[in-house]
């Protein structure tokens, strides 16, 4: 299980107002040690997962580009300075403006899945390079990505001939496993269907020179609903992957460009977000049990909107040493679902906890900043703040 860095730590103690802190040092390590595993396969990052400027050019300063899902991604990457050989369009989903204004920024590669938006991308991105995304099953991840992206192998060599047909340059494949992804098996199922795909591809004088194996990397610090340790099998699944991407090369007949788009794997265990306790309760519920709640200032609409599969492991940096007591965790908005899952387990709390007293949320850097509101019942989206190693902590309030 993944602790925060000391810098991290020394960060969140500091910290006297609510805010999650990124902790840039962390995240290129995860960079290295994912080239490590990887060796050779390009790395995307999934924006979306932490589009904070400061995380995009630590990045790509070490030589990652971004994946990328709307012009207005393509134009942050830009501005922080991902250069636009490294940005490729990943969504399958694209209206015609989104196309035309993607292509009038210089993006060149496009994710695709239907011959309807084949068309579109032929008409709006004359030329461009398309890959098309294979459907998977998203069985064995948290979040499974299952039916509204991606295409059968039947429907991969239609969808890649009609590009060729149309003019573009119909180059590779991709797929996304599901996000948290927890079994090695997983990518040796897509690996599968892949091989599948390009030696079909290659009966209709179709050629695939780049293979992109999407998002889907764990993290490593999370508990599920009941509060227990995920632990994901990360050697494995890197052992799995690189035995796949052999046997693709085999298939192939000819060595292949890899590309991978890992989102959550970067970020998720170098972020934190320190919130403070609204307040403990203890009420008679409508069954007539007595249960004890932890309100805390940030919940499922200012940061930690995947409270409905994880629980957060939690610090009281307060109450080391205080006796424990098991508590339902929730966020401060008038919403029943801003709560730890309800069918989950309960957390241990330390008994004395007044209102005002500093909590640390673990394992919260990715898609804590993409998935806040406006502003739900008036709770101000989370400030973000980042350091690199033991650099000063500078801040931003997310101006989207
Ligand atoms: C969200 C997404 C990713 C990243 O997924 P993680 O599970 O965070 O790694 C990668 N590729 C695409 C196309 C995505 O939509």
């Given amino acids: 299980m993944s602790h925060p860095t000391p810098a991290l ?10 805010q999650i802190v990124l902790d840039l040092a962390g995240i290129a390590d995860n ?16 924006m979306k997962s932490c589009p904070l400027d400061a995380v995009l050019a630590c990045l790509a300063e070490r030589g990652a580009g971004v994946d990328a899902a709307s012009p207005r991604e393509i134009a942050q990457a830009l501005r922080a300075g991902v ?22 920024l210089g993006v060149r590669d496009f994710a695709t899945d239907s011959p309807e938006d084949v068309a579109a991308v032929a008409a709006h991105a004359p030329g461009a390079r398309v890959f098309c995304r294979l459907a998977t099953d998203g069985d064995g991840a948290l979040w499974g990505l299952s039916n509204k992206y991606g295409c059968s192998p ?24 599901g996000s948290q992804q927890m079994t090695a098996d997983a990518w040796r199922r897509a690996l599968d269907r892949t091989a599948e795909t390009m030696a079909a591809l290659r009966r209709r004088g179709l050629d695939v020179t780049r293979v992109n194996l999407g998002g889907g990397l764990p993290a490593v610090g999370y508990t ?16 799995v992957i690189r035995e796949g991407l052999e046997r693709l090369v085999e298939v192939g007949g000819h060595p292949l460009e890899f590309l991978v788009e890992p989102g959550r794997y970067l970020v998720a265990d170098h972020g934190a977000v320190r919130a403070h306790v ?11 049990t007595r249960q004890r709640w932890l309100y805390l200032s940030v919940g499922k609409f200012n940061g930690l909107y995947e409270m409905d599969q994880l629980q957060y492991r939690l610090v009281f940096p307060a109450h080391a040493d205080t006796p424990r007591l098991p508590a339902v965790v929730a966020g401060p908005t008038c919403d029943g679902d801003d709560a730890f899952a309800s069918d989950g387990g309960l957390v241990e709390v330390p008994a ?6 500093p909590v640390w949320v673990l394992s919260c850097g990715a898609y804590a900043l993409s998935y806040l509101t406006q502003g739900f019942n008036g709770f101000r989206p989370l400030p973000a703040a980042w350091i690199h190693g033991a650099a000063p902590t500078r801040r931003e309030v997310p101006g989207r």
């Fill in 224 to 239: 599920d609903r009941h509060g227990r340790p995920l632990d994901p099998p990360v050697d494995k699944i890197f052992a």
């Fill in 352 to 357: 004395d906890l007044a209102s005002g007293d």
């Fill in 31 to 46: 960079l290295a040690t994912l080239r490590r595993e990887l060796p050779g396969v390009a790395v995307r990052f999934a």
């Fill in 278 to 288: 609204a307040r403990l309760t203890t009420r008679e519920q409508p069954d007539g």
């Fill in 83 to 104: 250069p636009i050989e490294r940005i490729h369009y990943g969504n399958t989903v694209k209206s015609d403006r989104d196309l035309a204004e993607a292509h009038r």
């Fill in 9 to 18: 730590h020394a960060a969140l103690a500091a910290a006297t107002e609510d």
């Fill in 154 to 177: 039947a429907d991969a060599v239609r969808v890649l001939a009609a590009a060729r047909d149309a003019g573009l340059v119909p180059n590779g494949l991709s797929f996304h496993v």
